[in-house]
């Protein structure tokens, strides 16, 4: 069957050049048969095939174009009749030419066919469009076909539906050793979609008892790595929450560890930094709409610099004049906060507004057909590691940096040996300020960006700086990922309210056991 | 050291309200329990001696308010511990009593169903175990001191047995207010989620919007100020009160002297607890209804500026701010909705910048002025 | 020298002071209140006490002396339940564990500490802060129904006669001088009336007139409790005679007479340098 329609290709080849392949002529005649079986079986093996030169025909056959004069099958192509199977124009056109009819079994049949032809077609997009209508309808025969393309085939999103479509196919197949193992061969997979289709097979739907066995091991495997992909999933949401966290509560650590007080407007300062981002994502949208991709590298500094200019002038107004006096503060701040919100609704007004991703943020890295990374909160992750590691070399290594430790330990000893300590106290705010406008930024890639959003982040972020104990960068790393991990492993577990106030719980029962935090320093502690 | 004779516990509450105390008092009882109720029952709406309806609820509700108030300066001006979770306590009570005001609709609901209609809508078939015997006043009542002074007990020895105090305790207050207003905001936990109670129809068997009922409300709020003000000032002028006061100042040094803070605190936190679920209690039939937004953080941090306002430390001041912000607040979101946000903003940075006696020691303070001019 | 207490009794469980109100009276029927006995306290490896063991006999005056950073204040602490020992003991007489009760409790039965800088209670008047001091009941639910009887008035007036405060008694604590806020915090420890008292560099600050008032009101209270001064000032210590340890690096250096210490060669390398 193959040998003459490889014959035919060479032929057709050598006299029509134009023309890359020929179909096989026995395969295209019956397509003009009597019978609806008969015509199913044509199409079927012209699409195992995998020949492009088939989608023409088949398409003029689902159009109702495709007719046969004689024993040649023709279709219209520009005004002129040429043979289906070799694509030959044929002058003067048949005159005895009837158009093939099919019935709706015949036409779905094509449909699929088509599709599947689709798959080897070199855009992206026409082969991921069907791959979706095949994932939802395989016939058997395809399953070769669909091997085939799924090997070819890089794009992961296609990927994942070729994959489904090809499981779908195999396990339609009539011949149970097939079937078994196709099903012994998804065990691979990680699709709860193929999930399903095992736990069909592996049910009594399923006549063949070996199927249902091998079906039964693959859907086991199948679940474990679905487990798996669903922990790392939660694992990585939990390590997302973490590094938000840690933008918002670095700030406050470092204030607080200065001062002593709790910023209750800190929040606020992120909702800043947001809107900062909103500010700039709009410039440039009327300004370089060419650069717009590129808006949130300018939003970096514009958000980091409007954030510390209000929290200096916060610093310099109000706290400044309230040292030694924390619960006042904490009112203060919080009427501060309040004014910020309301500005902030009459100059935005009261509604969320659309900060939108570039367009290298959307998308995800796929861990696992179910499992997919999104870039935005893989580059916020990566964001506040930069960040962490700068303010790092900033207090580590400069010299206000030096000072801002000082006056943590000691603001007294450090006044006396030449610190600045006003001064000191209004930058340290400045700087801490600022970090909360990052985290506004990298906020605004994920979240509703309105004039309530910061309300939310203040109260965790003081829980960070609570566990991971006062002036301590590296506790407050370790407080922000054990947080968020708990807080998302939890809430797999029982829901977003409940592992909130769980998380509270455990939060203040472990104030119990290490009341200084995780990293504890430990001596003569002065009562404050 | 032999025991001081034991005097009668009215004698004691009595003598420590001085006289002129009494006297304000007195005449502040008059007008509440007796003036006000009856000139609005007994006067024709035309009247120019009428007291309209609303400001019946008003002056109820602020009177609760003050309730409230005098509580956080229990424990804010005297103890030293900055609560911004009050308002937990007072939803608390709230709650408890709405229970039973819900109870009391009876079939009178929209669903003309034995369960309140929020749980016929959720289609429960039968009410919760912590409901049965709401309809009963007298479990309600006891509802509405037990539950939150549970809560109380129970958040403050743990917090109080770890030395939490401070910003510290600020803050976990503010959580655990907030974990709370979620908690209550959900259908299941079976408070009415976000609608929370309302509707209600009759109390204590009377209806709730008869004139005779509101009048009397009103007259057993002011009851419960009057009895909270005379109580809280018994504390603070007994020698508890100045211990309460020493551990403000000096924790460290209160224990060195042989005193444990730890039940001095926690008797006064729980009290404050107790005074904030009354104040709840009474508030919901005011104002007809109640839901998870008194439990959020904003609401019970305005408490503190009520206090603020007024005067820490006394016990005039939380009365005074409370009414004072709370008038505020009523006018401006009539005349200038936009800008009171703006204010009440301003209120806090304010009182904490220039006025850290309140609008008393202001007073105070001008009066000396005038006095040594 | 002194008698640790006996094994037996080392092994009991510490009975719990019974109530706040209750002043346990520490048994020293061994003629020692105060035993420690192998402390160590580290705080992040650095050694503040290293196997201290110091005994105080009842109606003793001590005098601790040492260079800054012996471990003067943290022994205070460990007395004073303010800080745990990572080992060792410390009993009060013969049956309490020091380790074992709360700031309190430790107060309550009847061990007084005064503070370096003088903390008196600011905003309370002077006869108020006498009264909280003033050995009673300390439960809460006490106090809330407390009321001072003649006797007790009588005391306070007693001590504030002896503190020179007489005059004094309604004015706020904060608008005292400091001096006077000194003996104001003596008197509050007089009142409370405790076995063993902690003075923590009492004279700190104190003109000359002031101090040698001070030693004569130490050396005549030693008359019927136990004392331990902590002092840099050494005139004063020799002012108030009784025994005296050399604390160095957490540990005991010396121990005995003023003159006797002053000439070990060990004690002059410390306070001296090489």
Known sequence: MRSPSVVATALCALALPALAAALDPAAVRRLGAEGSEEKLAAVRQLVADGDPAATPVLQALSEGTLALAGERVVRPVEGRTVDAATGEAIDPPPADAATIDVNNRVRREVETGLAALRLLDPAREVRRAAAEELAGAASPELAPLLGRALARERDPATRALLALAHARASLESPDPAARAAAATDLGASASSAVRALLARHAGEEEPDAAVRRAAAASLAAVDRRLALGEYAGRLFSGISLASILLLAALGLAITYGVMGVINMAHGELLMIGAYATFAVQSVFARRFPGALDWYVAAAIPVAFLAAAVVGMAMERTVIRFLYGRPLETLLATWGLSLVLIQAVRSLFGPQNVAVANPSWMSGGFELMPDVVLPWNRIAIVGFSACVLALVWLFIGRTRLGMFVRAVTQDRVMAGCTGVPTGRVDTLAFGLGAGIAGLGGVALSQIANVGPEMGQAYCVDSFLVVVLGGVGQLAGAVWAALGLGLVTKLLEGWSGAVIAKIAVLVLVVVFIQKRPQGIFALKGRVVEG | ?373 | MTAAPSLAMAREPAPRVPALGAHGAADVSHRVILYLEDVTVTFDGFRALNALSLYVDAGELRCIIGPNGAGKTTMMDVITGKTRPDSGTAFFGQALDLTRLSEAEIAAAGIGRKFQKPTVFEHHTVFENLELALRADRRARRTLFATLDGAARDRIAEILELVRLSGEAGRLAGQLSHGQKQWLEIGMLLVQEPQLLLLDEPVAGMTDEETERTAELVVGLAKERSIVVVEHDLAFVARLGGKVTVLHEGAVLAEGKLDDVKADPRVVEVYLGR
Not at chain 2, 91 to 105: C, E, N, P, Q, V
Not at chain 2, 182 to 204: H, M, Q, S, V, Y
């Open chain 2, 1 to 373: 050291m032999t025991p001081a004779p034991r005097q009668p516990i009215v004698l004691r509450l009595l003598a420590a309200t001085p006289r002129a105390g009494w006297l304000a008092l007195g005449a502040f009882a008059l007008t509440a329990l007796v003036v006000v109720p009856g000139l609005y029952l007994f006067t024709p709406p035309g009247s120019p001696l009428h007291v309209p309806d609303h400001v019946l609820t008003v002056g109820g509700k602020i009177m609760c308010y003050a309730i409230v108030a005098v509580a956080m300066d229990l424990i804010w001006g005297y103890a030293g511990i900055l609560s911004l979770g009050q308002g937990l306590f007072f939803a608390l009570g709230g709650y408890a009593f709405g229970m039973y005001l819900m109870r009391g609709i009876g079939r009178d609901g929209v669903y003309q169903s034995d369960l309140p209609d929020f749980m016929v809508f959720l289609d429960w078939k039968a009410l919760p175990w912590f409901w049965r015997g709401t309809d009963h006043l007298a479990w309600a009542l006891a509802l509405v001191i037990g539950v939150p002074a549970l809560v109380a007990v129970l958040f403050g020895a743990f917090a109080f047995r770890s030395r939490i105090k401070g910003v510290y305790f600020s803050i976990i207050t503010q959580a655990l207010t907030y974990a709370a207003m979620l908690l209550f905001f959900r259908n299941e936990t079976g408070f009415g989620g976000n609608n929370g109670f309302t509707d209600f129809k009759r109390i204590a068997g009377f209806s709730i919007v008869a004139p005779g009922t509101r009048a009397t409300l009103f007259a057993l709020t002011a009851a419960a100020l009057a009895g909270t003000l005379v109580l809280v000032r018994f504390v603070v002028t007994s020698k508890y009160g100045r211990v309460l006061a020493a551990i403000r100042d000096s924790e460290e040094r209160v224990r060195f002297l042989g005193y444990d803070p730890l039940w001095y605190k926690l008797l006064a936190w729980t009290l404050a607890a107790v005074l904030c679920a009354i104040a709840g209690a009474l508030y919901v039939p005011h104002v007809g209804i109640i839901n998870p937004s008194e439990m959020s953080p904003a609401s019970s941090i305005e408490i503190a500026i009520w206090v603020a306002v007024g005067g820490r430390g006394t016990l005039l001041g939380p009365v005074l701010g409370a009414a004072l912000v709370n008038l505020a607040k009523s006018w401006f979101t009539v005349a200038f909705p936009q800008l009171w946000v703006f204010f009440l903003g301003a209120i806090f940075v304010l009182v904490t910048l220039y006025l850290p006696d309140g609008v008393l020691g202001l007073g105070r303070r001008v009066l000396r002025r005038g006095v040594s001019a």
